[in-house]
């Protein structure tokens, strides 16, 4: 026996490549639910290599193999006019730098637009790929009193049409089994464009006469295809979703009802996440109390009280108002409303400049600004798309959310307002619509000057009205709970610490018999060094030196400005963290004149400042890659950067000093 072939013979073959598949289609024709429904639970989300264009990736086992799929972007047409259009196309072609070619496409189409969704179903048939077309909502054609000959469409396309409900998951296993033997088939042979380069070649593309002679031409053969596969089993009558965009899009009513949900939303981050904080509070004393039970007094304890629960856990009692945010955010993206919020506002929003699809990353923006930085990819002009990247972290995001809600509970009273609202949730919308306000005006003056161009007019697909699935709303507020949490554990906990240190040593000494109190200990510290060095900049904005560390602290991320005083009063106070940081901040008095250092006034000034004020370096850092990196993308985030904080600044003045000159009063 050969041993050499024997050992051949042992080592056993190389697991078969799996079976890779792209999903295209159109913007909200249903694609990622379709994916979800393939994949299940077995997802993953990253960027294509060297772009921050989302891709959600998963896999799932047929028969004996694997298959993985990717979810590509949402486009019209194989006629790139963004980048993640031009993502799409060259993941599809096969061009796509750090992406293996994918073995079969899933065209996904939505059934009640089929007219309009063939136009790119059939740019990608004439690529000559493995194709399958999954035909989406077929379940909605009767209530819209149409009926689809699934036969005829097959002939008439020359690929294998599966019909689909993604939401409940029918026809999902018969897809598979389609999408298993596509690549076995005979490939579709439609060719609507004669004597023209194929789709995305680098050839004489740019002659706009043939580019409408080709789309005239495929539209008129597109109508004889529905005329042949689509017939109506009844007049259509106006939907459900047709009634309700009568009222939602009323050139009157839709800016009132936009405007109204919107309180609604800023009434519940207080009505109703108020118990929740109060029990996540409470359980931060009680593990306060259990760790001064259990380790005795010292630096050790001053650490865990002071530094880990003081700093950390002064922010995780804002958890609740951020989920409130997030799950609201959900159901206005699910509903189908925020596409009609877009069409409501563009009419607002091209006499500043902005096309109307800068409103879902502005919208976006209320919870972060670093997708939605990433969510300007899909405006298709570029001097449209960097204005909005330079306004976006205007709009106040989740992490500007602890700072006004510790502001707001502790310098405005709990009063209603006209028997329905309260004060608070009036102040805390004041805040968000002058972050809206300052980066709709911004965008406008950026339209007018570095980046001065005409504005498109607003194309979109509204969607119809549907009711959101509990189980993706519930899983997309863990996700950004837990970014919150991951965040706070990580981040804000090394933060804490770090300013615990500054704030204990180096230690105060004093003669025998002296009493060092914690004021002195602190003043004296090394952070209140580096506070006292900050205070000439911070004392015009009436602030001291306590706030003035505290906003130089949440350059990193804006919530650390209240893990920082968390962390300052816990040690001013010995550890004793029995009182919300809200009650602190009431009850400070200024050392020298013994009456209130903070006040309302303070409160509002401060505000202001963060609205404008870009603290945040993972923002910072996605405008650098977004705005084409390197030195053109640095000189864009330096701009960016700088422009806010001059904002910041000159609004917190000019708040502190306007009121002190009309007798508000003036604060610490």
């Known amino acids: 026996?050969?041993?050499?072939?024997?050992?051949?013979?042992?080592?056993?073959?190389?697991?078969?490549?799996?079976?890779?598949?792209?999903?295209?289609?159109?913007?909200?024709?249903?694609?990622?639910?379709?994916?979800?429904?393939?994949?299940?639970?077995?997802?993953?989300?990253?960027?294509?290599?060297?772009?921050?264009?989302?891709?959600?990736?998963?896999?799932?086992?047929?028969?004996?193999?694997?298959?993985?799929?990717?979810?590509?972007?949402?486009?019209?047409?194989?006629?790139?006019?963004?980048?993640?259009?031009?993502?799409?196309?060259?993941?599809?072609?096969?061009?796509?730098?750090?992406?293996?070619?994918?073995?079969v496409v899933v065209i996904v189409v939505n059934a009640e637009n089929l007219d309009r969704n063939l136009y790119l179903a059939t740019e990608l048939l004439e690529l000559g790929r493995p194709a399958v077309i999954a035909l989406n909502r077929v379940d909605r054609l009767a209530r819209a009193?149409?009926?689809?000959?699934?036969?005829?469409?097959?002939?008439?396309?020359?690929?294998?049409?599966?019909?689909?409900?993604?939401?409940?998951?029918?026809?999902?296993?018969?897809?598979?089994?389609?999408?298993?033997?596509?690549?076995?088939?005979?490939?579709?042979?439609?060719?609507?464009?004669?004597?023209?380069?194929?789709?995305?070649?680098?050839?004489?593309?740019?002659?706009?006469?043939?580019?409408?002679?080709?789309?005239?031409?495929?539209?008129?053969?597109?109508?004889?295809?529905?005329?042949?596969?689509?017939?109506?089993?009844?007049?259509?009558?106006?939907?459900?979703?047709?009634?309700?965009?009568?009222?939602?899009?009323?050139?009157?009513?839709?800016?009132?009802?936009?405007?109204?949900?919107?309180?609604?939303?800023?009434?519940?981050?207080?009505?109703?996440?108020?118990?929740?904080?109060?029990?996540?509070?409470?359980?931060?004393?009680?593990?306060?109390?259990?760790?001064r039970f259990a380790?005795?007094?010292?630096?050790l304890r001053s650490l865990l009280v002071d530094g880990a629960l003081g700093g950390v856990g002064s922010v995780l009692v804002f958890l609740p108002q951020i989920a409130i945010l997030f799950l609201f955010i959900g159901l206005l993206e699910d509903s189908g409303y925020m596409a009609r919020a877009a069409f409501v506002m563009d009419r607002y929003m091209r006499p500043l400049g902005l096309h109307g699809k800068s409103f879902i990353p502005?919208?976006?923006?209320?919870?972060?600004?670093?997708?939605?930085?990433?969510?300007?990819?899909?405006?298709?002009?570029p001097k449209e798309r960097m204005a909005t990247i330079m306004v976006v972290p205007l709009m106040s995001c989740s992490a500007r959310l602890p700072v006004y809600t510790l502001l707001v509970a502790a310098f405005v009273p709990a009063v209603a307002v006209a028997g329905v609202f309260s004060l608070q949730g009036l102040t805390m919308l004041g805040m968000y619509l002058l972050g809206t306000v300052a980066a709709l005006v911004a965008a406008a003056v950026f339209r007018r000057t570095l980046l001065r161009s005409a504005t498109r007019a607003l194309i979109i697909e509204l969607p119809p009205y549907s009711l959101p699935s509990v189980r993706v709303l519930?899983?997309?507020?863990?996700?950004?709970?837990?970014?919150?949490?991951?965040?706070?554990?990580?981040?804000?906990?090394?933060?804490s610490i770090l300013l615990w240190g500054m704030a204990s040593y180096p230690r105060v000494t004093v003669?025998?018999?002296?009493?060092?109190?914690?004021?002195?200990?602190?003043?004296?510290?090394?952070?209140?060094?580096?506070?006292?060095?900050?205070?000439?900049?911070?004392?015009?904005?009436?602030?001291?030196?306590?706030?003035?560390?505290?906003?130089?602290?949440?350059?990193?991320?804006?919530?650390?400005?209240v893990s920082t005083m968390g962390t300052i009063y816990g040690v001013s106070n010995d550890g004793n963290n029995q009182h919300a940081l809200t009650q602190r901040l009431r009850e400070e008095r200024d050392p020298v004149t013994g009456r209130a250092a903070y006040s309302p006034l303070m409160a509002i000034g401060l505000m202001a400042f963060y609205?404008?004020?870009?603290?945040?370096?993972?923002?910072?850092?996605?405008?650098h890659r977004e705005t084409g990196g390197g030195w053109t993308g640095t000189r864009w985030a330096t701009l960016q950067f700088v422009y806010m904080l001059a904002l910041a600044y000159g609004a917190a003045f000019l708040v502190f000093h306007g009121g002190r000159a009309l007798g508000l009063g003036g604060g610490a």
């Open 145 to 291: 009193g149409l009926q689809i000959d699934v036969v005829e469409l097959i002939h008439e396309l020359g690929v294998v049409v599966v019909p689909v409900v993604a939401t409940r998951g029918e026809g999902v296993d018969r897809l598979r089994h389609a999408i298993a033997r596509a690549a076995s088939l005979p490939r579709a042979a439609l060719s609507l464009v004669s004597d023209a380069a194929p789709a995305g070649d680098a050839g004489d593309a740019g002659d706009a006469g043939d580019d409408t002679h080709d789309a005239d031409r495929r539209y008129r053969w597109i109508s004889g295809v529905i005329d042949r596969t689509v017939s109506r089993t009844r007049p259509r009558t106006p939907s459900l979703s047709d009634r309700v965009d009568t009222v939602v899009l009323h050139r009157v009513w839709g800016p009132v009802i936009f405007l109204g949900l919107m309180l609604l939303v800023f009434q519940a981050m207080f009505s109703w996440a108020r118990p929740l904080a109060d029990g996540i509070q409470a359980l931060v004393t009680l593990a306060g109390q259990g760790v």
């Open 474 to 495: 519930a899983n997309s507020v863990w996700q950004r709970v837990r970014l919150f949490l991951r965040r706070a554990g990580t981040v804000i906990f090394a933060i």
């Open 362 to 381: 502005l919208i976006s923006g209320y919870a972060c600004a670093v997708p939605a930085i990433m969510a300007t990819r899909t405006i298709q002009h």
């Open 295 to 299: 380790v005795p007094p010292g630096a």
């Open 1 to 103: 026996m050969n041993p050499v072939s024997g050992l051949a013979r042992a080592i056993p073959d190389p697991a078969p490549r799996p079976l890779r598949v792209g999903l295209v289609g159109n913007p909200n024709c249903g694609k990622s639910t379709l994916f979800n429904a393939l994949t299940g639970r077995r997802q993953r989300v990253a960027n294509f290599p060297g772009v921050t264009v989302d891709r959600a990736e998963g896999e799932y086992r047929y028969e004996d193999g694997m298959v993985a799929v990717i979810d590509l972007p949402g486009i019209y047409s194989l006629s790139p006019e963004s980048p993640d259009e031009a993502i799409a196309l060259d993941v599809v072609q096969g061009r796509a730098a750090g992406v293996p070619p994918l073995d």
């Open 611 to 623: 609205v404008f004020a870009l603290m945040c370096t993972s923002t910072v850092t996605m405008t």
């Open 511 to 561: 003669a025998p018999g002296q009493i060092v109190t914690q004021e002195q200990q602190l003043s004296q510290s090394a952070l209140g060094r580096v506070g006292h060095a900050i205070e000439p900049l911070v004392r015009p904005l009436g602030y001291d030196w306590k706030i003035g560390v505290s906003m130089v602290a949440s350059f990193a991320a804006r919530e650390v400005f």
